[in-house]
């Protein structure tokens, strides 16, 4: 085998494609392989559902391709592409084994950018392959649209959906889960029902049924979910109360009806911290679970829940407390029986927060409840939000939203991404 030869098989090169010439420049630290084929060639019509094999070659371009590194130095492929000319479809460039129509990077060279993007932010990877970011991005985006355009989602029977800001408190972003496959699904700009509408549509272009096939979703209690879900994945309707189609059962995530409880604690603190001083800042030691708490915080909310300090927010801790217990019964039945003696109790709690919270849940009892019968794992729409967390890290620098979700979706949809074994 000689070095042409070598650098061929590397290459995974089949007939009639040869190197035909290997350059090797030290000062511009650059290796151009150059690719070639045997006058008198024939190749296949490019054309799909073709099957012409033989087409004689028309006329050459000049093509190149940005190929993985050779140590440090930069590679390139280059070839004179054949246009062949198909006797029923006439003249076209030939499609090549090593890049994709249209692109100046070779496969192995964009599933590598692929491979890393999963693993580090674009802008410093677009440094590190001395390559554009822009260019980065194209590469990211075209393979999670053609991977996303091949999927299925008609078996998919429970979604969770959340939202999230973007940046502090705006340019919210939507995601739409599988729950049994723990997969985004979809994820979309805004946090209204349009989101729902827009999540159905995509269901429906993947081969689902959405207003047929989703036994439950999990949500926040935002309105606007709510009333999407009514409106888009079921077969009810607006306000269409008496037919009886198919309604997925709303399930409301234990995340965010703790969160609201804890909103309430806070909201005893806050008023009760004008009358004393003592609880400025104290919002985390009274909202962090017990077991996150620092040494300091311990002791200070120690102090602070002494009975002799009398404080409304003690109270309103220990109500919250006791409304978590709720997610601890041991099966549905019970839950549902402690959820009812706790509203009871919490509705003479003499706080206002706290029965603002109550009426709450009870407007919200079968989705609160239905948590317990259906299991669906607690972490899975906290899951969402670290996993969007690391898509901002990822697009940092990149205002453009899309660049965030196509990352959410490159690290999060499980999508068949081609891999260095299917090319
Ligand atoms: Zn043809």
Request: net charge positive.
């Amino acid at each position: 085998m000689d070095e042409l030869e070598m650098f061929g098989a590397a290459l995974g090169l089949t007939a009639p494609w040869v190197a035909v010439s290997v350059k090797f420049d030290e000062t511009e630290r650059r290796l151009d392989i150059e690719l070639g084929f045997a006058r008198g060639s024939r190749f296949g019509c490019p054309q799909e559902g073709c099957g012409e094999l033989a087409c004689a070659v028309h006329d050459t371009l000049d093509k190149s391709w940005r190929h993985l590194d050779f140590f440090e130095h930069q590679a390139f492929l280059s070839a004179k592409v054949p246009r062949v000319r198909c006797t029923e479809h006439g003249v076209h460039l030939v499609k090549v084994g090593w890049a994709r129509p249209g692109s100046g990077f070779t496969m192995l060279f964009e599933v590598a950018l692929l491979t890393y993007a999963k693993q580090m932010p674009v802008a410093p990877l677009a440094a590190m392959a001395r390559v554009h970011d822009t260019r980065v991005w194209r590469v990211l985006e075209h393979h999670v649209a053609t991977a996303r355009a091949g999927v299925d989602f008609s078996e998919v029977t429970q979604v969770g959906m959340d939202e999230t800001s973007a940046r502090r408190g705006q340019d919210y972003v939507s995601v739409f889960m599988d729950l049994a496959e723990r997969r985004v699904l979809f994820a979309t700009e805004g946090r209204d029902a349009d989101t729902v509408k827009q999540f159905a549509a995509d269901l429906a272009a993947h081969g689902g049924a959405p207003r047929t096939q989703l036994d439950q979703v999990c949500c926040d209690m935002s309105p606007a979910f709510i009333k999407g879900v009514r409106e888009h994945l079921s077969e009810q309707g607006d306000d269409d109360v008496e037919t009886t189609g198919h309604c997925p059962q709303i399930v409301f995530d234990r995340y965010h009806v703790v969160a609201k409880a804890n909103e309430a604690v806070d909201e005893v603190r806050r008023a009760e911290a004008k009358t004393r001083p003592e609880l400025k800042r104290t919002r985390y030691a009274w909202l962090k679970n017990e077991a996150n708490l620092t040494a300091k915080q311990r002791e200070q909310l120690a102090w602070l829940t002494r009975p002799s300090m009398q404080l409304q927010t003690a109270r309103a801790a220990r109500w919250r407390d006791d409304f978590n217990g709720f997610y601890n019964q041991p099966t549905p039945t019970d839950a549902e029986a402690y959820l009812r003696s706790w509203c009871y109790r919490a509705k003479r709690s003499r706080l206002q927060p706290i029965k603002d919270f109550v009426r709450l849940v009870e407007a919200h009892w079968d989705g609160i409840v239905a948590w317990t019968n259906t299991r669906i794992s607690n972490g899975l729409l906290e899951g969402t939000n670290s996993l969007i967390q690391t898509a901002k890290r990822r697009a940092r620098g990149y205002r453009n939203k899309q660049k965030m979700i196509t990352i959410i979706y490159l690290i999060a949809g499980k999508l068949p991404l081609p891999q260095i074994h299917t090319i």
